[in-house]
T-cell receptor, first 116, second 113 residues
């Protein structure tokens, strides 16, 4: 398994501001992903964080709104830009470990954002 | 496309009751199937998985069998405990290169003593 640390764990933000969420993993990983879990909803994949290159975004998500960095194998950031109340969600970092089994992902505890 | 449909929640049971949470899927190719659990205030944890048809995943008394003919992966437990109260997510993975997961909507389970 792995310890996945996300910061902040929660925050209350003002409309129009931006917030960066950090994800640090204590093990070697091959893949890192960012998911969003809106209130009462399931998880939706935002993007795959690629080391040293631009993230791969899913349909409906764009780099200008959710810029992502991954400077090394074990660290990534997600920024939620120009926030609106609709961005109030839990944002989760997820990883696949090096040598891990097919399809199995590990999740951080999430960052709960409330936008006023 | 790829999708997962779960039993609508919330589900409330008494301790020691039998649990079934239904999950069906639509996928291209041959997916791997998973159940994740989210306990109150915690992140998602893998509960069990099955990677091919007729495989049975099991953990902590929970079981699920990969049924290709009915495209299902129902979660069962013979005798639930209060500590099983959580949100359960069924998920599939079809793109082995990218290892992306597609999740169902989640089912909130509450067990009363």
């Amino acid at each position: 398994s792995a310890v996945i640390s996300q910061k902040p764990s929660r925050d209350i933000c003002q409309r129009g501001t931006s917030l960066t969420i950090q994800c640090q993993v204590d093990s070697q990983v091959t893949m890192m992903f960012w998911y969003r879990q809106q209130p009462g909803q399931s998880l939706t994949l935002i993007a795959t964080a690629n080391q040293g290159s631009e993230a791969t975004y899913e349909s409906g998500f764009v780099i200008d709104k959710f810029p992502i960095s991954r400077p090394n194998l074990t660290f990534s950031t997600l920024t939620v830009s120009n926030m609106s109340p609709e961005d109030s969600s839990i944002y989760l970092c997820s990883v696949r470990l090096a040598g891990g089994n097919t399809g199995e992902l590990f999740f951080g505890e999430g960052s709960r954002l409330t936008v006023l | 496309g790829n999708s997962v449909t779960q039993m609508e929640g919330p589900v409330t049971l008494s301790e020691e009751a039998f649990l079934t949470i239904n999950c069906t899927y639509t996928a291209t190719g041959y997916p791997s199937l998973f159940w994740y659990v989210q306990y109150p205030g915690e992140g998602l944890q893998l509960l069990l998985k099955a990677t091919k048809a007729d495989d049975k995943g099991s953990n902590k008394g929970f079981e699920a069998t990969y049924r290709k003919e009915t495209t299902s992966f129902h979660l069962e437990k013979g005798s639930v405990q209060v500590s099983d109260s959580a949100v359960y997510f069924c998920a599939l993975s079809v793109n082995q290169g990218a290892q992306k997961l597609v999740f169902g909507q989640g089912t909130r389970l509450t067990i009363n003593p």
